[in-house]
């Protein structure tokens, strides 16, 4: 009985005890204990990550510890989003001491540029403010509507998508790997650091921002048409002045980076985009970028083999071998010449031996320029500063310099113009304002448009009808902007063109300017155009428009909605 009672006691102390140490453990965590645990595997699958993270308060021991705020050295802000909602945007189903599964805005612009290091918050947010579980959706979900993937290279993907909150088109890169640490990490960033200092440089990507979430570094940048690479499979033959325009723009961008003592190291085409304008050449990726004394003292990444100057391999890193990368790359551009990685004819090319086949191609002007610039010996190669005062390309930039030059000016001229329009304009209505409260003045008040029956000629027929303003949307077709509904419409409601019973196309201004034709060969107009089926073309004039919808071809994809005029 005493045996029972004794042994009873014992194990009710041992269960208090242990509930007394448990509590105290979670007040006060053992730090030791913590660090002796062992490393949990990483994990590459995120939705495994998720789970576990539900189910574990350590599964973030091992990330990275997150920086708040400046960092002594010339850091970066990382700033958790300032949005109360967004912050819990991804704390619906994991834990509130998972940082990483908080967007926080990277950016080393420092303090003068406020919207670099706040996250915007996202328009699902907004709608529903109230409400804290957004699921597993990150930052870039909730604000962006991925609409294609347009790369992918060694460390990111690349997709177009539209921000949710402007409508607006963008690029957004998003690192493949996982953060496997904090010096992984730190590299990555350091991308960010380059794309926002070159961000203004004409001839550089536009960035927007950067965020990181999930261990993964996201960065918003302007949507450019398509690579270097993607334009030369396309077109294969690249006219001569068009090179020496890339060569131009590619030296103005190196210069840049040159300038400020630091190289690029993975100058090749797949890294050169074109801008909107479908001109302008652009240099991204700036994931490999280096300062030139750190390059040599510390390891330094090389680029692409194909385009790698040949004394990259003993180590040596230097402006040089952007100016090499450069030249092979216009080699590449010039004379569609496929690049090898290794190999004989790598050596060769390394050696200054160009093959003639392809160098024959292009006048000697360029040849020298590109031999120039792949000289085997690093210090014999022209900088960028030499380059550019080539006579050719000194030619180009004075020529750019004055249509920059005349185009400003015209722009100012019309800003002048129509501020003097505006001036008019005010003075007549004063002038008119006062000659009515002189009772010298009475405006005509409006009367009710009335409805002619059907016209006997067509000039009556248009001045019976109201004017009801309607803008085509999208690019170039019909140059005169402003057409009008009641010109090829009639009926009681003349915008809904579903409705409209035997609507009349007549031949009104855009047919008089027919701009259209020119614009779309008639092979593709028969294989894009579908004739709307409700509109029956029975006006006096049918013979000579029908009215069509066509899907443009633009990248951007638009609906175009427009007028197109057949002949037969
Ligand atoms: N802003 C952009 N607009 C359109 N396409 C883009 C944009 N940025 C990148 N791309 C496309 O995505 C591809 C990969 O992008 P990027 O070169 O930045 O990735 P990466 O992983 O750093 O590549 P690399 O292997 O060269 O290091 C580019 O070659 C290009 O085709
Ligand atoms: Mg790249």
Same mark, same amino acid.
Not at 203 to 223: K, P, V
């Given at each position: 009985?005493?045996?029972?009672?004794?042994?009873?006691?014992?194990?009710?102390?041992?269960?208090?005890? #242990?509930?007394?140490?448990?509590?105290?453990?979670?007040?006060?965590?053992?730090?030791?204990?913590?660090?002796?645990?062992? /490393?949990? %595997?990483?994990?590459?699958?995120?939705?495994?990550?998720?789970?576990?993270?539900?189910?574990?308060?350590?599964?973030?021991?091992?990330?990275?510890?997150?920086?708040?705020?400046?960092?002594?050295?010339?850091?970066?802000?990382?700033?958790?989003?300032?949005?109360?909602?967004?912050?819990?945007?991804?704390?619906?189903?994991?834990?509130?001491?998972?940082?990483?599964?908080?967007?926080?805005?990277?950016?080393?612009?420092?303090?003068?540029?406020?919207?670099?290091?706040?996250?915007?918050?996202?328009?699902?947010?907004?709608?529903?403010?109230?409400?804290?579980?957004?699921?597993?959706?990150? #930052?870039?979900?909730?604000? $962006?509507?991925?609409?294609?993937?347009?790369?992918?290279?060694?460390?990111?993907?690349?997709?177009?998508?539209?921000?949710?909150?402007?409508?607006?088109?963008?690029?957004?890169?998003?690192?493949?790997?996982?953060?496997?640490?904090?010096?992984?990490?730190?590299?990555?960033?350091?991308?960010?650091?380059?794309?926002?200092?070159?961000?203004?440089?004409?001839?550089?990507?536009?960035?927007?921002?950067?965020?990181?979430?999930?261990?993964?570094?996201?960065?918003?940048?302007?949507?450019?048409?398509?690579?270097?690479?993607?334009?030369?499979?396309?077109?294969?033959?690249?006219?001569?002045?068009?090179?020496?325009?890339?060569?131009?723009?590619?030296?103005?961008?190196?210069?840049?980076?040159?300038?400020?003592?630091?190289?690029?190291?993975?100058?090749?085409?797949?890294?050169?985009?074109?801008?909107?304008?479908?001109?302008?050449?652009?240099?991204?990726?700036?994931?490999?970028?280096?300062?030139?004394?750190?390059?040599?003292?510390?390891?330094?990444?090389?680029?692409?083999?194909?385009?790698?100057?040949?004394?990259?391999?003993?180590?040596?890193?230097?402006?040089?071998?952007?100016?090499?990368?450069?030249?092979?790359?216009?080699?590449?551009?010039?004379?569609?010449?496929?690049?090898?990685?290794?190999?004989?004819?790598?050596?060769?090319?390394?050696?200054?031996?160009?093959?003639?086949? $392809?160098?024959?191609?292009?006048?000697?002007?360029?040849?020298?320029?590109?031999?120039?610039?792949?000289?085997?010996?690093?210090?014999?190669?022209?900088?960028?500063?030499?380059?550019?005062?080539?006579?050719?390309?000194?030619?180009?930039?004075?020529?750019?310099?004055?249509?920059?030059?005349?185009?400003?000016?015209?722009?100012?001229?019309?800003?002048?113009?129509?501020?003097?329009?505006?001036?008019?304009?005010?003075?007549?209505?004063?002038?008119?304002?006062?000659?009515?409260?002189?009772?010298?003045?009475?405006?005509?008040?409006?009367?009710? /448009?009335?409805?002619? /029956?059907?016209?006997?000629?067509?000039?009556?027929?248009?001045?019976?009808?109201?004017?009801?303003?309607?803008?085509?949307?999208?690019?170039?077709?019909?140059?005169?902007?402003?057409?009008?509904?009641?010109? $090829?419409?009639?009926?009681?409601?003349?915008?809904?063109?579903?409705?409209?019973?035997?609507?009349?196309?007549?031949?009104?201004?855009?047919?008089?300017?027919?701009?259209?034709?020119?614009?779309?060969?008639?092979?593709?107009?028969?294989?894009?155009?579908?004739?709307? %089926?409700?509109?029956?073309?029975?006006?006096?004039?049918?013979?000579?428009?029908?009215?069509?919808? $066509?899907?443009?071809?633009?990248?951007?994809?638009?609906?175009?909605?427009?007028?197109?005029?057949?002949?037969?």
């Amino acid at each position: 009985m005493l045996c029972a009672y004794i042994l009873n006691t014992t194990v009710t102390l041992q269960i208090w005890s #242990h509930f007394v140490r448990s509590k105290l453990i979670k007040k006060t965590p053992n730090r030791k204990m913590e660090m002796h645990r062992l /490393p949990l %595997p990483e994990l590459r699958d995120d939705k495994h990550r998720h789970k576990q993270c539900n189910g574990n308060e350590n599964s973030n021991r091992f990330r990275p510890p997150k920086y708040k705020g400046r960092l002594s050295q010339g850091g970066y802000v990382a700033v958790e989003n300032n949005n109360g909602a967004n912050n819990s945007q991804s704390l619906g189903s994991c834990s509130a001491h998972n940082s990483s599964n908080i967007a926080h805005a990277i950016s080393f612009r420092g303090v003068e540029f406020p919207d670099a290091n706040t996250l915007p918050a996202s328009p699902n947010v907004q709608q529903d403010a109230s409400s804290t579980d957004f699921g597993d959706q990150s #930052h870039f979900e909730l604000c $962006f509507e991925r609409l294609a993937k347009l790369g992918e290279g060694s460390f990111g993907e690349v997709f177009q998508v539209r921000d949710r909150s402007d409508g607006r088109l963008y690029a957004v890169k998003i690192s493949k790997q996982l953060f496997r640490g904090e010096q992984y990490r730190a590299e990555r960033l350091e991308e960010v650091r380059r794309y926002e200092e070159f961000s203004g440089h004409e001839n550089c990507i536009r960035f927007i921002r950067a965020w990181e979430q999930y261990d993964r570094l996201y960065m918003q940048m302007e949507l450019c048409r398509e690579s270097l690479e993607q334009y030369l499979l396309r077109c294969q033959q690249i006219p001569e002045e068009r090179i020496w325009h890339i060569l131009l723009d590619l030296l103005r961008a190196l210069k840049s980076l040159h300038d400020r003592n630091l190289i690029h190291l993975d100058i090749k085409l797949d890294n050169v985009l074109i801008g909107e304008d479908d001109e302008t050449c652009k240099l991204a990726d700036f994931g490999l970028v280096i300062d030139v004394d750190r390059a040599n003292s510390q390891h330094a990444t090389e680029g692409d083999s194909r385009y790698m100057a040949p004394e990259i391999l003993q180590g040596q890193f230097s402006k040089a071998a952007d100016v090499f990368s450069l030249g092979i790359a216009m080699l590449e551009l010039a004379c569609y010449m496929e690049l090898p990685s290794n190999g004989p004819l790598w050596h060769e090319l390394r050696r200054g031996i160009l093959p003639e086949e $392809f160098i024959d191609k292009i006048s000697q002007e360029l040849q020298l320029v590109i031999k120039s610039m792949m000289m085997p010996d690093p210090a014999a190669r022209p900088t960028t500063d030499t380059l550019l005062s080539h006579p050719k390309l000194q030619r180009m930039q004075e020529n750019q310099k004055s249509l920059i030059t005349s185009r400003s000016f015209r722009k100012s001229r019309r800003v002048v113009y129509g501020k003097v329009c505006n001036w008019k304009s005010f003075a007549y209505r004063c002038l008119f304002y006062l000659l009515e409260i002189l009772h010298l003045y009475k405006p005509i008040s409006p009367s009710q /448009p009335t409805i002619t /029956p059907a016209p006997s000629s067509p000039t009556t027929f248009l001045a019976a009808v109201p004017r009801v303003e309607f803008q085509l949307v999208g690019s170039t077709p019909i140059t005169n902007r402003d057409c009008y509904a009641s010109d $090829f419409l009639t009926g009681d409601d003349e915008l809904e063109l579903s409705k409209q019973e035997t609507p009349h196309v007549i031949n009104s201004t855009p047919l008089n300017h027919n701009q259209g034709k020119s614009r779309l060969d008639s092979s593709r107009r028969s294989s894009l155009g579908k004739t709307i %089926p409700t509109l029956e073309l029975d006006s006096p004039y049918s013979n000579v428009a029908s009215l069509k919808l $066509f899907e443009t071809s633009s990248f951007r994809r638009k609906k175009l909605f427009v007028l197109d005029y057949d002949d037969e």
